[in-house]
Nanobody, 125 residues
Framework: QTQLEASGGGSVQDGGSLRLSCPVS????????LGWFRQIPGQAREGVAA????????RYADYVKGRFTLSLTPAKDTLYLQMNNLKPEDADTYYC??????????????????WGQGTQVTVSS
């Protein structure tokens, strides 16, 4: 069974950086989409970034392009999200997720079947 668990959240000031980590286990390492998402309580979960585990093609939400970078270790067992120039509006609970790839790995949460527990990010102005 595919398992994930996000960590690395914390509190930073406006303009600060954080690096989120997500160990991934129990998947074939091929033909999967891996992604980062975020959610404020009471609101819909939104996609931040996604990567396919085979070709390593990346996709980012427009509001994080140029600030966030997703990466996957060569062993494909840990997913990272480097977040730079954080803004107060980035404050959310962040989740990592995995799903079988059927075409392009978009940041649509509905494409992902396996979810880890979230990690909280707070950004103060």
């Amino acid at each position: 069974q595919t398992q994930l668990e996000a960590s690395g959240g914390g509190s930073v000031q406006d303009g600060g950086s954080l690096r989120l980590s997500c160990p991934v286990s129990g998947y074939t390492r091929l033909n999967y989409c891996l992604g980062w998402f975020r959610q404020i309580p009471g609101q819909a979960r939104e996609g931040v970034a996604a990567i396919d585990s085979e070709y390593l093609n990346e996709r980012y939400a427009d509001y994080v392009k140029g600030r966030f970078t997703l990466s996957l270790t060569p062993a494909k067992d840990t997913l990272y999200l480097q977040m730079n120039n954080l803004k107060p509006e980035d404050a959310d609970t962040y989740y990592c997720a995995a799903g079988r790839r059927r075409g392009t790995c978009y940041t649509d949460p509905n494409l992902y079947a396996y979810w880890g527990q979230g990690t909280q990010v707070t950004v103060s102005s």
